[in-house]
């Protein structure tokens, strides 16, 4: 059972920043990799980054790659997702998710967060 709240979203003008966050509400945060997804509406939840247990190794969507960061905190029990550069194409809702393995499948995370609408305008 772990427990993800994210935070940080919201309005952004093109060419804008936002910073996502993920907070986990279990000490035993750092035994999960962590992903990051967004879902627009009528079309499916793609992926967009994952971060090791670790931290070590980070991977990104083709999309993202060169404008978005994903990096974590265990002491502080939270996954962050800096985005830059933002494009109306960026507007999603935006979940972050644990599992076992970082990896690109939406399957391989166990427990996901409630969303966070992110909405950039031209």
């Known amino acids: 059972q772990v427990q993800l709240v994210e935070s940080g979203g919201g309005l952004v003008q093109a060419g804008g920043s936002l910073r996502l966050s993920c907070a986990a509400s279990?000490?035993?945060?750092?035994?999960?990799?962590m992903g990051w997804f967004r879902q627009a509406p009528g079309k499916e939840r793609e992926f967009v980054a994952a971060?090791?247990?670790?931290?070590?190794?980070?991977y990104y969507a083709s999309s993202v790659k060169g404008r978005f960061t994903i990096s974590r905190d265990n002491a502080k029990n939270t996954v962050y997702l800096q985005m830059n550069s933002l494009s109306p194409e960026d507007t999603a809702v935006y979940y972050c998710?644990?599992?076992?393995?970082?990896?690109?499948?939406?399957?391989?995370?166990?427990?996901w967060g409630q969303g966070t609408q992110v909405t950039v305008s031209s």
């Open positions: 279990r000490r035993t945060f750092s035994n999960y990799a």
């Open positions: 998710a644990a599992g076992l393995r970082a990896t690109y499948g939406s399957g391989a995370y166990d427990y």
């Open positions: 971060i090791t247990r670790s931290g070590g190794s980070t």
